[in-house]
């Protein structure tokens, strides 16, 4: 006689995403696995007394959601209240982020920080009816001349500053000089207060220090989020040395221990994959061997709910700073460069540097991933994994790329052969397709992220939000790897690398679990596996799919255990049998 489930679900669509992508319509949960998984009948012998059964009422079960690039911290100190909301649509204009701050300065003592997150110029006014116009300090400057003002953009690669943080910091035009274009100056050779890439941390450097306390604030502020959309797991790319400096830190690790801490507590509501960031963005491989080597213990309490797994690089920068590297000139002229080798290195220096990351993080028995936009910088980071792995043999270390915006055919044929993967962002995509038009020009804007020529190539993809970059909803990712429309016109970008419905699911599911070195155990709704759960009010299979946006997050559930509750709870005896 089978053991009482503690759960099991009814009357649904039950997308177990195995291999042939079963579609059930019920489904068991005992002791935190998947105990059956079938008709009603399959399910009748494990309901008990104590059983709780879900009438899905012809909506939709199917594996918690992996968000497989998601800065937890960070998102969470993007939001209020610990950070000034400067993202659209809470603002629509540079005249607005100035009233914001404005607003903030009222009640900020004089002389404390003002800090922002995620202003976007392709949905701020003025930048749209002019692209040549940035965000400069003298934007910000009449509202708030007692407060130093940092606004993170949302993509996390450039930084708007007023004259009184480029004081507080010591930001002149003399210190400005190694980091070139990195700092955007006037004709007069003066700091507008714009910095983007490495030259961010001429400012943020002299942010205080975000407390252990903040931290875990934030980083459960942001699982709370998580919850309620869904999402059972997540990758956290760039925690350590690196990604501490990012996120004003002082001390290796703290943000790491903050996760060990949630997770004595029991407070770890969503599963959490780490890659570590040994040096920040424009490090060389001097500096990151250092650091990589000097990490010290990674294992924690619990590999299935806190893991380290792999190394995070950063290659080059994103396609709106012209910063990505690319084999043909913008429009307007530069192709960028990689970040890596030091100020002044040339191409073949900088490629031999990110080879000489990659190839020391996996003879250390890392996966590695690798933040790389640009199509000619993907061609170098995807050659480096190759030379890698040849060099030293190791079994399936599922090394990928981050974003993979340009993702070239060449490259996908590699990536395949050898086992890599790469992970897209499909909610960046329906934010900057119209925005990137004025950047590569129409036919390149339209090709970023190709989902489907990846797919077709063979490459394992998983899909991520880069929060704080966009909002971790996956329905919205989901809409776009179906619709390819963009969030400011609606206009399609790229149609020929639509995907099918069951290929998207599994990019937020089995494929990110794969990435997580996991899929034997998570990722999908099999007997035996976690039950790891997302329960939708409402068919997806089939939903138009301009309205999966909207469908409601009912139900969310972590090795059985509900951590999101919308539903009222019917006693057992509501299965007749």
Known sequence: MAAPADLVFLNGSVLTVDPDFTVASALAVTDGVVSAVGGREDVAPYVGPATRVVDLDGGTLLPGINDSHLHGCAFGVGMPPLSLDVKHPAVRSIADVADAVQEAARSTPPGEWIIGHGWDPGFLNECVADP?????????????????????????????????????????????????????TDAAGEPTGMLTEGAQDLVHRALPALSPKVRAEAITATL????????????????????????????????????????????????????LLPSGMAGTGDEFIRA??????????????????????????????????????????????????????????????????????????????????????????VDAFADAAAEHPRPDPRHYVIHGDFLTARSMKLLAAHGFGVNMNPTIKWTVADLEEEFVGPERAAYAWPYRDAIDAGVTVASGSDAPVTFPDWRQGIATMLLRESKASGRVSGPDQRIQLAEAVRTYTVNAAWQDL????????????????????????????????????????????????????????????
């Open 132 to 184: 040549s116009r940035l965000p400069t300090r003298h934007d910000l400057d009449a509202v708030s001349p007692d407060h130093p003002v940092l606004l993170y953009s949302f993509s996390g690669h450039a930084t708007w500053v007023n004259s009184a943080a480029l004081v507080r910091a010591g930001v002149d035009r003399n210190a400005t000089a190694p980091y070139g274009p990195l700092v955007v």
């Open 224 to 275: 709370k989020t998580l919850a309620r959309l869904g999402v059972t797991s997540y990758t956290e790319p760039g925690l350590g040395p690196g990604g501490d400096s990012l996120m004003r830190g002082a001390l290796a690790h703290s943000t790491l221990d903050v996760y060990r801490r949630l997770l004595a507590d029991g407070e770890l509501t969503a599963r959490v994959s780490v890659l």
């Open 518 to 577: 996991a899929e034997d155990w998570k990722g999908s709704l099999e007997v035996g596996k976690v039950a790891d759960l997302c329960v939708l009010a409402g068919d997806l299979l089939s939903a138009d799919p301009h309205d999966i946006p909207d469908m409601p997050v009912v139900l969310t559930a972590v090795g059985g255990e509900i951590v999101y509750d919308a539903l009222d709870a019917p006693g057992g005896d509501a299965l007749a049998v």
């Open 292 to 381: 990589l080597d000097g990490i010290g213990e990674t294992m924690t309490a619990d590999p299935r709910l806190l893991n380290v797994i792999g190394v995070k690089i950063f290659a080059d920068g994103v396609v709106p700073n012209k910063t990505a590297w690319m084999h043909q000139p913008y429009v307007g002229g530069g192709c960028g460069s990689l970040c890596v080798g030091g100020d002044g290195a040339a191409d073949d220096e900088r490629v031999a540097e990110v080879g000489r990351m990659i190839r020391h993080a996996h003879a250390a028995g890392y996966q590695v991933g690798v933040h790389v936009t640009g199509d000619r910088g993907i061609d170098a980071v």
